[in-house]
């Protein structure tokens, strides 16, 4: 059975906490020892994307779909 981890594991362990807003810490161990630490972050958006206009935001206008969300030829 391994011992307790390092205190200076401890220590990047819960630097990785807190250095994620939204998102996960994960630990990978192997032999009972840790080998991996790795974070997953999620930005949260401050506008909401509407998909079906290619991605933009809303109050953006109609868009050609075709075009990957560029505006229509006709101005609308």
């Not at 594991?9 to 840790?34: E, K, N, P, Q």
């Not at 991605?55 to 075709?66: E, S």
């Amino acid at each position: 059975m391994a011992g307790l981890p390092s205190p200076a594991l401890m220590s990047r362990i819960a630097d990785a906490i807190r250095s994620v807003r939204f998102g996960s810490v994960r630990i990978m161990i192997h032999d009972a020892r840790v080998v991996h630490i790795e974070k997953v972050e999620k930005l949260r958006l401050t506008q909401e994307a509407d998909l079906t206009s290619g991605g933009m935001p809303r109050d953006v206008g109609p868009t050609n779909r075709t075009t990957g969300g560029s505006p229509l030829p006709d101005g609308r």
